[in-house]
């Protein structure tokens, strides 16, 4: 058998060097460039898409600045494109309703939840005409409810469906209606289109409903515990260390003239911190609504 020499093994040596060095240099560049794609940020469209930038873009200029990393808001013309683009896990950071949160729980992790009107929680109630006799939720048996928002709504919608089915009813002992949004939920219950409305605490001193309504002849039939506002959640793909800065650039925004303006384009009152056992409460409304998740 031919034994090799040493110059044989040299060359090999150095020929397996330099392909290390290739498959390092490949890494290097490729992570370099995964590094500087723009992180994609969504907001769940709950304006059109014109006010969403409007209110949206200096938070992710904001963002791009803090993190040294362009930050790309995408807006969507509908919630279905919107869930589409959640399900395909198109977004880094997303903004979207509790509901939302808990469904995508597995793909996105909250971070940071919205502070809005000076409140980091709200709560769902349902609102009757004074003058409508209804003192108890086992009075809506046979009557009609409009509920502000659509059937993934958590506040409108299955925030106080939970409790007429905690009070003993069946989704089928009343009739369900909905409309565009919480506030108008409200309107229709002061016209008489509906017996009961579900929408939000306090909504009755929104200066938007003021104006359109006299607020004196509606009151509260019934409220749930306080529950934590609209969630930011990141994509569980982002890196802790990336996925930590964009929680503290969010929750920091409150402590500088810059951050303030970014919260007042986007009428926050500020962005406080939140993980996911803040949604539990949630979580078991889900259940008693829509079912096993």
């Known amino acids: 058998m031919k034994m090799k020499s040493v110059g044989d093994w ?63 808001l995408v807006t969507s013309k509908d919630f279905q494109t919107f869930w589409q683009g959640i399900q395909e896990q198109r977004y880094h950071i997303v903004q979207y309703n509790q509901y939302h949160y808990i469904r995508s729980a597995k793909s996105y992790q909250v971070i940071a939840h919205n502070k809005e009107f000076g409140k980091s929680t709200l709560a769902g109630t349902i609102y009757v005409r004074k003058d409508s006799g209804i003192t108890r939720l086992a009075q809506l048996r046979g009557r009609t409810v409009l509920f502000g928002g659509g059937e993934d709504a958590m506040i409108g919608y299955i925030a106080p469906l939970h409790m007429i089915l905690e009070a003993g009813l069946k989704k089928s002992d009343f009739k369900s209606q909905f409309a565009i949004n919480p506030l108008n939920s409200v309107i229709g219950v002061y016209n008489k289109q509906a017996d009961a409305a579900g929408s939000g605490d306090g909504v009755l001193d929104q200066p938007a409903l003021k104006k359109a309504i006299n607020t004196d002849e509606l009151t509260v039939l019934a409220v749930t515990e306080q529950l934590l506002h609209l969630p930011w959640a990141v994509n569980r793909s982002v890196p802790a260390a990336l996925r930590d800065s964009i929680r503290a650039s969010m929750v920091d925004l409150e402590n500088s003239e810059t951050g303030k303006k970014v919260l007042k384009s986007a009428v926050l009152s500020g962005i406080g911190k939140a993980d996911d056992k803040d949604y539990e409460a949630h979580r078991r409304m889900v259940r008693t609504v829509v079912g096993p998740l």
């Open 10 to 72: 040299s060359s090999g040596w150095r020929r397996i060097v330099f392909l290390l060095h290739l498959t390092a240099t490949a890494i290097f560049v490729a992570n370099s460039h995964a590094a500087d794609e723009p992180l994609v940020m969504g907001v769940f469209p709950r304006f059109h898409a014109s006010e969403t930038t409007t209110r949206y873009a200096p938070l992710a200029d904001y963002l791009s600045e803090r993190l040294g990393r362009k930050v790309n």
